[in-house]
């Protein structure tokens, strides 16, 4: 018996555009029962790659910050699955709040994707899809053909557990 390796993905995203299309293409490898954690200060792009997921999962409504729900379930509006966009930013680390919204219950059925779920939501499952983003600071700097400086994002995105395993993550920055 032994762990399965974790898969690791690193790329450089220029600008919001780009993180939109990142979640476009990421959406096409997530299935139900998929969780995926968000990592990285406020204005990093959580919301933004999630805007961009749920584009490609075919999802009702379009995802936003929300300022006082926790969790929005977005339906599909087709077959796929629906996607739980949950900003966990207020939640204490307490069990009983991260409990109270039901997330083992909507996961088998859904995409789950949590911002600021660390030491939160890791045991919904073994099996985690990881994203952290940084920005780019001190990096080459402006380039006008690729977008502001300030707009340059480090992703790294980090598959957990045997879900992950075989997946192509390579196909993300293609
Ligand atoms: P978070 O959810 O991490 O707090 P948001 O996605 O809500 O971040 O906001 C990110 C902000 O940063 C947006 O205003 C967006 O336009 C801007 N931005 C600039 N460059 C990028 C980039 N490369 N990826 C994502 N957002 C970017
Ligand atoms: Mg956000």
């Keep these: 018996h032994h762990e399965a390796p974790a898969v690791t993905l690193k790329i450089t995203v220029n600008s919001p555009e780009q ?26 792009g959580k919301t933004t790659l999630t ?21 929005r379930v977005h339906p599909s509006l087709g077959e796929g699955p629906a996607l ?6 207020r939640l204490g680390g307490g069990l009983d ?11 088998p059925e859904s ?8 030491g939160k939501v890791e045991e919904l499952s073994d099996d985690r899809l990881r994203v952290v983003i940084d920005r780019a600071v001190g990096g080459t700097g402006g380039d006008a053909a690729d977008g502001a400086a300030d707009e340059v994002r480090d992703v790294t995105i980090t598959g957990l557990g045997a879900r992950w395993a075989d997946a192509d993550l390579a196909s993300l920055g293609a």
């Excluded at 299935?31 to 968000?38: F, H, K």
């Excluded at 805007?51 to 969790?71: D, H, Q, Y």
């Excluded at 789950?112 to 660390?118: A, I, R, T």
């Design 19 to 44: 993180m939109g299309e990142l979640g476009r293409r990421l959406a096409k490898l997530l299935r139900p029962g998929d969780l995926v954690m968000l990592t990285g200060e406020l204005g990093a």
């Design 51 to 71: 805007r961009g997921l749920g584009e490609g999962l075919g999802v009702r409504g379009a995802v936003t910050s929300p300022t006082f729900v926790i969790a």
């Design 84 to 89: 739980v966009h949950v900003d966990a930013y």
């Design 97 to 107: 709040e991260m409990e109270d919204l039901d997330l083992d219950v909507s996961l």
């Design 111 to 118: 995409v789950v994707v949590v911002e600021w779920g660390d």
